[in-house]
T-cell receptor
């Protein structure tokens, strides 16, 4: 069964450093998302990406965050200058993009980001 | 901002019995509702969904009920099995008229434990 993969599984970085989280979506999916879950809190939407551009972003997704799909396969989330409060589990999700089934998003296993 | 609420952080049931997980929402723009299951160290896994034009959707042992007037949905698992032990997230998305790009708003989750 096709699945969303994410690398690395765990990233430790120092405050102020840049990190890039990578995701390989399911091959025929057209909608891509990043969500995050701070420990003990709910899963929160960060950004959606369709047709090579951001289609929606949350208040969390400020100028320190960016996404791109550089080679048509990987979908990346970059945090330019990490803060302690960016420590969380980051999930990539993808959806096929056919009407309401686009809500049925397939999640990757997540990248645990720890900012020290 | 708790647009999707799961008021029970945990639920414990005996194997073979029914598990009922509840979810309330406040945003009347929500048009599509989903349940996700999450095991430790994994991403959320899509379980079952329901559109606001329906009041029930069934898939094997899993049934989701939607009471739109009460802004309430529930997930019934019958019969419950020990392998169902996981965190269950309720999620909701606005319809296209809500300017959505299919982003999901999650509840905090309910930890279901099914005892043998």
């Amino acid at each position: 069964e096709p699945e969303v993969t994410q690398t690395p599984s765990h990233q430790v970085t120092q405050m102020g450093q840049e990190v890039i989280l990578r995701c390989v979506p399911i091959s025929n999916h057209l909608y891509f998302y990043w969500y995050r879950q701070i420990l003990g809190q709910k899963v929160e939407f960060l950004v959606s990406f369709y047709n090579n551009e951001i289609s929606e972003k949350s208040e969390i997704f400020d100028d320190q965050f960016s996404v791109e799909r550089p080679d048509g396969s990987n979908f990346t989330l970059k945090i330019r200058s990490t803060k302690l409060e960016d420590s969380a589990m980051y999930f990539c999700a993808t959806a096929v993009g056919l009407g309401l089934s686009s809500y049925e998003q397939y999640f990757g296993p997540g990248t645990r980001l720890t900012v020290t | 901002d708790q647009q999707v609420k799961q008021n029970s952080p945990s639920l414990s049931v005996q194997e073979g019995r029914i598990s009922i997980l509840n979810c309330d929402y406040t945003n009347s723009m929500f048009d599509y509702f989903l349940w996700y299951k999450k095991y430790p160290a994994e991403g959320p896994t899509f379980l079952i969904s329901i559109s606001s034009i329906k009041d029930k959707n069934e898939d094997g042992r899993f049934t989701v009920f939607l009471n739109k007037s009460a802004k309430h949905l529930s997930l019934h698992i019958v019969p419950s099995q020990p392998g169902d032990s996981a965190v269950y997230f309720c999620a909701a998305g606005p319809g296209r008229s809500g300017g959505s790009n299919y982003k999901l708003t999650f509840g905090k989750g309910t930890l279901l434990t099914v005892n043998p």
